[in-house]
């Protein structure tokens, strides 16, 4: 498999990509695997938050129909009384 070398990375930049790694329990190589494997995987493969802002994700999100049972409603209230 062919090598790919990026330089003169901005040592802030370096920094994030490590910390954006860790977070993911990867090393900094695999990280850089999975970022270049995300951008260029076809529109219908990427997750379908990839790419959105974070109002466009809420507006997504108030367009499920998010409703709590009663039944549920009265387990957690038994649940808090009972405390």
């Known amino acids: 498999m062919p090598d790919l070398s990026i330089k003169d990375v901005p040592a802030q930049e370096l920094e994030q990509l490590r910390a954006r790694a860790k977070r993911h329990h990867r090393s900094l190589q695999g990280e850089l695997r999975t970022i270049l494997s995300e951008a260029l995987a076809p529109p219908e493969q990427r997750s379908p938050q990839h790419g959105l802002s974070f109002d ?21 209230r038994e649940d808090r009384d009972g405390r």
């Open 56 to 76: 466009q994700v809420l507006a997504e999100l108030r367009k499920i129909p998010l409703q709590m049972p009663r039944e549920s409603a009265r387990m957690i």
